[in-house]
Antibody, heavy 117, light 106 residues
Framework: QVRLVQSGAEVGKPGASVKVSCKAS????????IHWVRQAPGQGLEWMGM????????SYAQKFQGRVTMTWDTSASTAYLELKSLRSEDTAVYFC??????????WGQGTLVTVSS | DIQLTQSPSFLSASVGDRVSINCRAS??????LAWCQQKPGKAPTLLIY???TLRSGVPSRFSGSGSGTEFTLTISSLQPEDFATYYC?????????FGGGTKVEI
């Protein structure tokens, strides 16, 4: 079955960077786009961007342009999210999710990123 | 960007109740709308896609309807495990967007 397993919780200082991983299994990694979505405490879901492993492309939400880098390692079936210049408002749970039929059909368990000095 | 507006934001209900949650899109998205359920501390899980197609394994008390700009998620008889937050989302028109969520509580 399809599984997305994310790396563990991270704590970052303001101005620093954090990198979260998402290891996929149960399907051919390059067949589907992987997206990143975050959820601040008590808030809704916010799309950050996506990677297309087969097309070698990325697309980022305008809000995160310049601060986010999404990469992947096909040999490891793993996608990565790096967020730079951390601010307190970046404290959130970060999810990877895989596209299915016109929807986000599979989700990682989430990674809590806490920004604190 | 396509805005998805959910209503209500909060819904108080009892076990056995029939409940409906609405999602309005700022422009037509044909039937390309999905619904997810999220429980506290957990990742969202897909319930319905293409507006009305139930994901395999999802109980039949969940149903979806609508097309264009108006969509509805209905739970025919609320069960204790259904108390959660529900989100609509669309990914066919970039950027993908989510509704603000509907928290179903006792």
């Amino acid at each position: 079955q399809v599984r997305l397993v994310q790396s563990g919780a991270e704590v970052g200082k303001p101005g620093a960077s954090v990198k979260v991983s998402c290891k996929a299994s149960g399907y051919f990694f390059t067949t589907y786009y992987i997206h990143w979505v975050r959820q601040a405490p008590g808030q809704g879901l916010e799309w950050m961007g996506m990677v297309n492993p087969s097309g070698d492309t990325t697309s980022y939400a305008q809000k995160f342009q310049g601060r986010v880098t999404m990469t992947w390692d096909t040999s490891a079936s793993t996608a990565y999210l790096e967020l730079k210049s951390l601010r307190s408002e970046d404290t959130a749970v970060y999810f990877c999710t895989r596209e299915s039929i016109s929807c986000f059909g599979h989700w990682g368990q989430g990674t809590l990123v806490t920004v604190s000095s | 960007d396509i805005q998805l507006t959910q209503s209500p934001s909060f819904l108080s209900a009892s076990v056995g109740d029939r409940v409906s949650i609405n999602c309005r899109a700022s422009q037509g998205i044909t039937n390309h709308l999905a619904w997810c359920q999220q429980k506290p501390g957990k990742a969202p899980t897909l319930l319905i896609y293409d507006a009305s197609t139930l994901r395999s394994g999802v109980p039949s008390r969940f149903s979806g309807s609508g097309s264009g700009t108006e969509f509805t998620l209905t739970i025919s008889s609320l069960q204790p495990e259904d108390f959660a937050t529900y989100y609509c989302h669309q990914i066919n028109t970039y950027p993908p967007t989510f509704g603000g969520g509907t928290k179903v509580e006792i």
